[in-house]
């Protein structure tokens, strides 16, 4: 038996249900402390995989309400006027530091995963106003790589008619101005910024200083997305690690999010490969570590 599609009366019953749920949630919200951690990006850098894996540890509470599977509230980048009682109403009951729903658990704690944080231009300050003790944890992906599944990601909601090699050389005209705008009008939400940004989002160099100069390097858990793609028991181990918790095992292995397609062209790959190359080397040089990505020098797939 297949599901038939909702009727109005039953949609409109489910959005009251989930009004009321938030409500109740903000209503609440003197309860809730907010992230323990946030995973800021990269956007198609494994989030969704990483956060659905780090909820599998027994201390890891979800967002609220769990039955909606909220990975991300998007409160520092494109619903910050929402307010803080708004954001708070997304985060678990606590009392004494424990949360209601286990209360034999120690530690309790909960996150945020919204990759849209690490490109905004905003979200850094505003978190850091807000928590400035907040872990954060982020994974980078080869930029040409991470701009073919955006790519793909927006093909494939509709939100995208160019070819990839098309979308690559409107991009600049596509973001001309649209981050300076964010930044001078508060409230401005930039779906150009936010999801044609192909190659701009993969300039890690371009934004992890802005976040480096508002945390403290102890409170960020960097890691490379292929890495964890090739071993996510032990990355994920990682993970639970620097939010203090005890190890444990994964009993899922699913890649979420994960849409085939048929591969980049030879050419256009060599040729991203070639305007990131100097970047890439810069980043490392930041990190101080090397990155799991190829060169130009190396043969073209």
């Known amino acids: 038996m297949t599901d ?40 198609r850098g494994g989030s969704t995989s990483l956060y659905r894996y780090v909820l599998e540890h027994p201390s890891i509470q979800p967002l609220f309400p769990g039955r909606q599977h909220i990975k991300g509230v998007h409160y520092y980048d494109t619903r910050y006027s929402r307010g803080l009682t708004w954001y708070r109403s997304h985060f678990p009951l606590q009392v004494a530091g424990r949360h209601l729903a286990r209360p034999g658990i120690q530690p309790a704690i909960a996150g945020d995963a919204s990759p ?32 073919y599944s955006h790519f793909k990601e927006r093909t494939h909601h509709g939100g995208e008619t160019l070819s990839f090699e098309e979308a690559l050389d409107a991009e600049p005209e596509r973001l001309r101005g649209e981050q300076e705008r964010i930044v001078s009008e508060p409230g401005y939400v930039s779906a150009e910024h936010e999801n044609h940004s192909y190659l701009a989002q993969g300039r890690y160099l371009d934004m992890l200083p802005r976040w480096f100069g508002l945390f403290p390097r102890e409170q960020f858990h960097i890691a490379a997305s292929e890495d964890f793609y090739a071993d996510p028991q032990r990355h994920v181990n990682d993970v639970w690690k620097f939010l203090g918790l005890a190890p444990g095992r994964l009993t899922s292995r699913v890649r979420h999010n994960y849409m085939p397609a048929p591969d980049i062209r030879p050419e256009t790959r060599q040729r991203l490969r070639e305007a990131l190359e100097d970047h890439n080397r810069g980043l490392e040089d930041l990190l101080g570590r090397s990155l799991p990505w190829p060169t130009s020098k190396e043969p073209v797939r």
Do not use: C, M, N, W
């Not at 749920?21 to 919200?29: A, C, F, H, I, V």
């Open 4 to 43: 038939q599609p909702r009727g109005p009366v039953e949609r409109a019953a489910r959005e009251s249900a989930k009004r009321a749920l938030r409500r109740y949630g903000e209503l609440t919200s003197g309860l809730r402390r907010g992230p323990d951690f946030v995973i800021i990006g990269a956007k």
């Open 116 to 147: 849209y944080y690490l490109f905004h231009p905003l979200a850094a300050e505003r978190l850091a106003r807000d928590l400035p003790d907040v872990k954060i944890i982020v994974f980078l992906r080869d930029p040409v790589e991470r701009a």
